[in-house]
């Protein structure tokens, strides 16, 4: 086997255990695989070893490699984003992972509206409440649910969280924990076209963590494709 492949195996086998060990079903989680700084090459070596799903953080460098790549495979956006980049993800991306303000969801509205579509998407929560991290703050969720779901070319099909950084994922899981417990809020809302149903959190070295505690995607890059030098 080659790593991707065997990367790959293991990481469905830490799923697997973690789903176990928290009594949850494997197939509610689904593994993203962050191939940002990676290659198209790599991204078709994935999809050969069987992954569908893959996660790009930088809208010119998926500009760049998503032509490239020819498999039928879907891509989620997870980065930070600024509304006017948002064209080039039209109707190319299946969901987007982060939103975290009204003039965002507003554009990608618009944009999806022009191909008569529904873009799916999740509101980024700011569970660390760090400054230097994108996020609405926990307490303007609700109100950032309500103005977003009244737009007709958006579904929000739940929420995402990119937690402090922490050595020891025990240190994150209370982060994971506060976002569960933020969509069950907004879920007892029953807002019309709200769905709480994805939870987007756990990377590399916390992943088994946030499955425990109700992780439906998992973003995870480097446990996959191997350390990325740094960007800028
Ligand atoms: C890069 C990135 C990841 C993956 O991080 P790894 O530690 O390499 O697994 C996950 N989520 C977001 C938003 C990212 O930008």
Redesign the pocket.
Known sequence: MNDIAANLAKIHDRINKACQKSGRNPEEVRLIA?S?VKPAKLVEEAFCSGQKLF?E?YVQEFRDKEPLVESPLQWHF??GLQSNKVKYLRGKVTMIHSVDRLSLAEEIDHQWGKIDGIAKILLQVNVGDESSKSGCTPEDLESLVRQVSQLPNLKVCGLMC?PPHSDDPEQVRPFFRQLRELSKQIERLQLPGVEMGELSMG???DFAVAVEEGATLV?????IFGA?MKKG
């Not at 973003?219 to 446990?223: E, L, P």
Request: aromatic share 0%.
């Open positions: 962050v940002k996660g953080s997870i980065g990119l990377m590399s070295g973003r995870v890059g480097t446990a990325r």
